[in-house]
């Protein structure tokens, strides 16, 4: 499974953020492992956002849950992260993974106006 994540690099405070994964070598239709947000703040460790399951159900951190959904198209096999409500302590990588054993390389989400 090879997973890419896409989106803006910079953003401003109080703005939405939208990512997207895009998936190969495998379907969201099919693929029976959750598919999964997580971020790396400069300098700190990782944290999980949440999930999409194949079923459609989502799973958020709690301490994130007010701020984010994931979707899935599957006609275009991508699912997305949205992030809301944004501050630069939301600056981080921002990874995609299958089941937290594939994952994309990341991409790189400043806040800053």
């Known amino acids: 499974v090879q997973l890419q994540e896409s989106g803006p690099g910079l953003v401003k405070p109080s703005q939405t953020l939208s990512l997207t994964c895009t998936v190969s070598?495998?379907?969201?239709?099919?693929?029976?492992?959750?598919w999964n947000w997580i971020r790396q703040p400069p300098g700190k460790g990782l944290e999980w956002m949440g999930a999409?399951?194949?079923?459609?159900?989502?799973y958020y951190n709690s301490s994130l849950k007010s701020r984010t959904s994931i979707s899935k198209d599957t006609s275009k096999n991508q699912f997305t992260l949205q992030l809301s409500s944004l501050t630069p302590e939301d600056t981080a990588m921002y990874y995609c993974?299958?089941?937290?054993?594939?994952w994309g390389q990341g991409t790189r989400v400043t806040v800053s106006s």
């Open positions: 993974s299958n089941g937290l054993r594939y």
């Open positions: 070598g495998d379907s969201l239709t099919t693929n029976i492992l959750s």
């Open positions: 999409i399951t194949l079923s459609g159900s989502t």
